[in-house]
């Protein structure tokens, strides 16, 4: 677990991938589930590691990713 001093500067994707493995057919979130998930506090750095997962592990549909 990383200590206080990095919080935020880099977000935890493993914890979408653990979400996805152990919901496998759950619905569709908005943009702050997954980054609530990951402990992202910057939404703009998120979004950025999230756009780059997009094509291979992360699917963004009408009603959210």
Excluded: K
């Amino acid at each position: 677990m990383p200590d206080d001093s990095s919080a935020g500067s880099s977000p935890d994707i493993g914890a979408l991938g653990v979400r996805q493995t152990e919901l496998p057919h759950s619905p569709a979130v908005g943009f702050a589930e997954p980054q609530r998930l990951a402990d992202a506090e910057d939404s703009g750095n998120f979004a950025c590691h999230l756009d780059r997962l997009r094509e291979a592990l992360v699917d963004r549909t009408d009603n959210g990713y």
